[in-house]
Nanobody
Framework: QVRLVESGGGLAQAGGSLRLSCTTN????????VGWYRQAPGKQRDMVAH???????TYADSVEGRFTISRDYANNTVYLQMNALSAEDTAVYYC?????????WGQGTQVTVSS
């Protein structure tokens, strides 16, 4: 059974930082995509950052320059370093992995930024 477990969410003050982690039993080395998405209350789930085959990294405009996605193949873990947080970053953050056999989501981790 595929498992993606996010951690690192919580409460942060505006201007602060958080680091999210997503550990999975899926081999991310061969994944077509590893990434982070977020969903704020009453809104759709949007892409935050992802890395696709070949190492191409894409960020949402709203987080460009503040967030950094990275991956650790040895530990099958994907990270999202979030700096200069604002109240607009408040959402549930989801990890996603896509490979030959399908796409998988984590259960989500809540990030709340107080202004």
């Amino acid at each position: 059974q595929v498992r993606l477990v996010e951690s690192g969410g919580g409460l942060a003050q505006a201007g602060g930082s958080l680091r999210l982690s997503c550990t999975t039993n899926v081999n991310i080395f061969g994944a077509n995509l590893v990434g982070w998405y977020r969903q704020a209350p009453g809104k759709q789930r949007d892409m935050v950052a992802h890395i696709t085959t070949g190492g191409r990294t894409t960020y949402a405009d709203s987080v460009e320059g503040r967030f950094t996605i990275s991956r650790d193949y040895a530990n099958n873990t994907v990270y999202l370093q979030m700096n200069a947080l604002s109240a607009e970053d408040t959402a549930v953050y989801y990890c996603r992995v896509v490979n030959t056999w399908g796409g998988y989501w984590g259960q989500g981790t809540q990030v709340t930024v107080s202004s």
